[in-house]
């Protein structure tokens, strides 16, 4: 029965929050330019639902990192409230909302690309599967780090909030080894859960 329930009830909220996300943000620039992995995502969603599902694990998993962004775009990164408030209570230096946007960027593509190198038998051996899962994490991380560079350059002070370094020379850094302990920890914490997620789906009769 949940199973039955759960495209409309992932669907439900996904479009509650992104209507949240789109009403009167800090810029809608910046919201374009946060959102618009999710706006991207949510398109391949629906194009390969029917051919290529995925599991419930990762949809779920896709659904959360899509809200990080979302919740990113309304506020900025640098300015999300309640890490503003935690800056304020412990003493930070800056808003790190954004370090855990990154996380999140290694956390849930780490899982995508696990599923498909199984699903695709593209790789064999648990150990080839989690170094590889690392490298295309890494290249995904480095890849956003260009986009915001090229944003950055092209458009001037408009992407200062996209670009998020709130004064941080090291913050590409920090972004690209973020993503790298998302890749790892998501890995090591729901890999066997993951594995089980893709023998429920293969012996299932349908999604």
């Known amino acids: 029965m949940a199973d039955k329930f759960f495209p409309a009830c992932w669907l439900v909220v996904f479009v509650s929050a992104l209507l949240w996300s789109v009403w009167q943000p800090v810029s809608y620039f910046i919201w374009l330019l946060e959102v618009a992995p999710?706006?991207?995502?949510?398109l391949v969603l629906l194009a390969t639902y029917r051919n290529f599902p995925l599991t419930r694990l990762l949809y779920a998993l896709i659904l959360l990192h899509m809200i990080i962004l979302m919740i990113g775009g309304h506020y900025t990164y640098a300015e999300m409230p309640l890490f503003n408030q935690?800056?304020?209570?412990?003493?930070?230096?800056?808003?790190?909302?954004?370090?855990?946007?990154?996380?999140?960027?290694g956390f849930v593509p780490a899982m995508i690309a696990r599923?498909?190198?199984i699903r695709k038998a593209v790789v064999r051996g648990h150990a080839w599967l989690f170094f590889i899962v690392?490298?295309?994490?890494?290249a995904i991380s480095a890849s956003y780090e260009l986009i915001e560079w090229w944003v950055s350059v092209a458009t001037g002070e408009k992407a200062d909030a996209f670009l998020g370094t709130q004064?941080?020379?090291?913050?590409?850094?920090w972004?690209?080894?973020?993503?790298?302990?998302?890749?790892v920890v998501s890995q090591l914490w729901l890999g066997k859960r993951h594995q089980r997620a893709i023998e429920f789906l293969r012996t299932s009769p349908g999604v």
């Open 38 to 42: 999710a706006l991207i995502g949510m």
């Open 86 to 105: 935690m800056k304020d209570m412990f003493g930070w230096s800056r808003n790190y909302y954004d370090r855990v946007g990154h996380f999140a960027q």
């Open 115 to 117: 599923e498909i190198l």
């Open 134 to 138: 690392l490298c295309i994490c890494l």
């Open 167 to 173: 004064g941080d020379v090291w913050d590409t850094q």
């Open 175 to 183: 972004d690209m080894f973020l993503a790298l302990c998302g890749a």
